[in-house]
């Protein structure tokens, strides 16, 4: 059974930085396309950053430049370091894991964790 858990959230001042992370089991995580996706009141479910088995990274426009994605498979582990913290930031974060990195189709899903940021 794949379980993907992301780690808490929490509230951060505009400006601000926080990272997330998430821990996979039941995968083989280091063959895994790997996501960050985020869903804020009213809007639909957006990716963030993905990142593939090889370490190629895609971002949404709105965060590149100040997120990061990133993966030590020793671990089982995924990252997103979230630094320059707008309002806009503010969502529910998901963690997910597919076997495309070229499609982006994610075929797991983390509960999520909430992320707020207030100025």
């Known amino acids: 059974q794949v379980q993907l858990v992301e780690s808490e959230g929490g509230s951060v001042r505009v400006g601000g930085s926080l990272r997330l992370s998430c821990v996979a089991s039941g995968i083989i995580f280091s063959a895994a396309a790997m996501g960050w996706y985020r869903q804020s009141s009213g809007n639909q479910r957006e990716l963030v950053a993905m990142i593939s088995s090889s370490g190629e990274t895609d971002y949404a426009d709105s965060v590149k430049g100040r997120f990061t994605i990133s993966r030590d498979n020793a671990k089982n582990t995924l990252y997103l370091q979230m630094n320059s913290l707008e309002p806009e930031d503010t969502a529910a974060y998901y963690c997910?894991?597919?076997?495309?990195?070229?499609?982006?189709?994610?075929?797991?899903w983390g509960k999520g964790t909430l992320v707020t940021i207030s100025s």
């Open positions: 997910a894991a597919g076997w495309s990195f070229t499609t982006q189709t994610m075929n797991y």
